[in-house]
């Protein structure tokens, strides 16, 4: 059921591309190079982004490697067995031409003394393969440049350029023959732009918790909008909760928290507890670069056996922390923490959905028209948990793709016919949050899954205003989050049911969807897991 609103402006586009982080201004770069003029809509600012904030950096080959396998096995290994590994091979192949692409487009990074890339290491890699800008900063210098790259500025609430910012998708609208634009909404009200194809690059749902690394708009729009469109979501249950976010007495539900990048515990940082003792000692080979998953469990059973609601890093005796890690040390410095003299709390909190929107490689989803790239999009690449600092890359990778793929349709003459709000049920954030970080965070069961699909199911039908189709997308993500993790039974990546009956057994992987993957739809306004052995709607 739909409502239409009172369209007060009209325009037409060749490609829409919905978020302005790496994956959708890489995407415009690339169709702007075939002569095909994307506009950007993003919700917030030039710079409100999850791109904007990554520190790490971007995984490529090592310098000592001539070929991805090692990296492949790497992911794989991460990604607990559910990566699908024909599209791992093929991004992670894929990359030295993107970083190169990258450079070429004026992202600068970091050079060691003799001129090459500096390299770092992060949780689950066996090499130093992490290329990095500014120190810590490495999103932001990439949102600086593909935001110069694409005409773009960088401050206030503007419209630039092919950028537009301050403005919000509310519906991509879809005929039997594919997409044909989108509902939206601005500063001048409702509006329709008629566009034969549209690319979804709108990031995570980390606003689903209480405590998240994502910036405020990190609300699952994108999952929503393909959802609402006919396209299938997967893997929605793999939540990254990242392992050191800075930990702030009473600051969850602040919003966004500073991350402390792995690439500290890279360069030699300890996780210990307020006792001094190790956290991830006998946990894993790997200690404290095993992969977040691991790394994440370990603290929140640290947590709990000793009641405390952080653990530490241990950066005292690193030499030079404050240039190599200089967004770290500011955020340190704002909480009243010094990394030299003070240990740093540190508590998990969630990071990035490695599940998303069904695509290819190429970021082509079922919908005729319609694309995802970025963590909007389930590619195969991240399987049950992603690896550090794989994300920025497939960004460049699959944007690029997708923005070449997208371009082809632009020439097609489309017209929306009809565009109505969706009609979804809404949780109130606060109540949704709360529920979700008790009950669907680093450790679940079916009890505390049950208690928020409850909540779901008490929604109030709206949404009537922009912020209540913010908190629509939350809870149509959240159904379908926990949908899944109802439905997936055994431990396995992000994933870890206490009630479960232990980590899956064999890898399953190599079709672009695989039989593992719990598979969901929006079917007459309900969510349902759409795999014949799982069918069963919440
Ligand atoms: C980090 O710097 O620890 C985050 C990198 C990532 O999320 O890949």
């Known amino acids: 059921m739909t409502t239409a609103p009172t369209v007060a402006w009209e325009e037409r586009a060749g490609l829409v591309i919905v978020g302005g982080g790496v994956a959708g201004l890489t995407a415009a770069r690339a169709a702007a190079s075939l002569g095909v003029s994307p506009l950007v809509l993003a919700k917030g600012g030039p710079t409100d982004t999850a791109t904007q904030y990554a520190q790490g950096g971007v995984a490529v080959l090592a310098d000592d490697e001539t070929s991805v396998d090692s990296h492949v096995a790497d992911t794989l290994a991460a990604g607990g067995g559910l990566c699908d590994e024909p599209a791992v091979r093929e991004i992670l192949a894929a990359g030295p031409d993107a970083v190169a692409r990258a450079v070429a487009a004026g992202v600068v990074f970091d050079r060691g003394p003799d001129g090459r890339l500096a390299r770092t290491r992060e949780g689950g890699h066996s090499r130093r393969r992490i290329l990095h800008a500014g120190g810590d900063a490495t999103g932001a210098e990439l949102q600086r440049a593909l935001l110069a790259g694409v005409g773009a500025g960088r401050t206030g609430i503007a419209t630039s350029g092919s950028v537009r910012f ?103 940082a300890r996780l210990i507890d307020g006792s001094g003792r190790g956290v991830t000692d006998g946990v894993h080979p790997l200690g404290d670069l095993a992969p977040r998953d691991v790394v994440s469990r370990a603290i929140h059973h640290r947590m709990a056996e000793t009641g405390s609601d952080h653990v530490y890093l241990d950066a005292r005796h690193l030499d030079g922390f404050a240039e190599r ?82 371009a082809g349709r632009a020439g097609i003459r489309v017209t929306v016919r009809e565009a109505g709000l969706p009609h979804r049920p809404v949780v109130d954030r ?41 908190d629509a997308a939350l809870t149509v993500a959240a159904t379908a989050l926990v949908t899944a993790a109802s439905a997936r039974r055994e431990s396995v990546g992000c994933h870890t049911r206490s009630d479960g009956a232990g980590p899956s057994p ?33």
């Not at 997409?179 to 001048?188: C, M, N, Y």
């Not at 606003?207 to 708009?217: D, E, I, R, V």
């Not at 039989?515 to 739809?521: A, E, K, L, N, Q």
């Open 430 to 470: 606060p109540t949704l949050q709360a529920a979700m970080t008790a009950h669907a965070s680093v450790v679940r069961d079916a009890a505390g899954l049950t208690v928020v699909h409850r909540l779901l199911e008490s929604g109030s039908v709206g949404p009537r205003t922009v912020h209540e189709i913010e």
């Open 325 to 406: 890690f200089p967004t770290v040390t500011a955020s340190c410095r704002a909480a009243g923490i010094d990394s030299r003299s003070d240990l740093i709390p540190v508590a998990p909190a969630a990071h990035y959905s490695c599940g998303g929107v069904v695509t290819d490689t190429f970021g082509r989803t079922q919908v005729p028209g319609l694309y995802a790239a970025g963590e909007v999009a389930r590619t195969g690449l991240h399987g049950a948990n992603r690896l550090a600092s794989n994300s920025l890359l497939e960004g460049l990778v699959v944007g690029e793709r997708a923005g070449t793929e997208a």
């Open 166 to 268: 301050g403005t919000t998708v509310l519906r991509v609208v879809t005929e039997a023959a594919g997409v044909t634009g989108i509902l939206a909404h601005d500063s001048r009200g409702y509006g329709v732009i008629h566009a034969p194809a549209v690319i979804l690059a709108t990031g995570g749902l980390g606003q689903l918790y209480t405590s998240s690394t994502n910036p405020a708009g990190a609300t699952g729009d994108g999952l929503a909008l393909a959802l609402d469109a006919g396209a299938a979501v997967a893997d929605l249950e793999f939540v990254q909760f990242h392992p050191t976010v800075l930990y702030v007495p009473g600051a969850a539900g602040a919003g966004r928290r500073p991350l402390v990048s792995e690439a500290v515990r890279g360069e030699g």
């Open 506 to 538: 064999a890898p399953r992987r190599s079709e672009t969807v695989p039989p593992s993957s719990m598979t969901v739809r929006l079917r007459d306004g309900r969510i349902e897991i759409v795999q014949p052995q799982l069918t069963g709607a919440l």
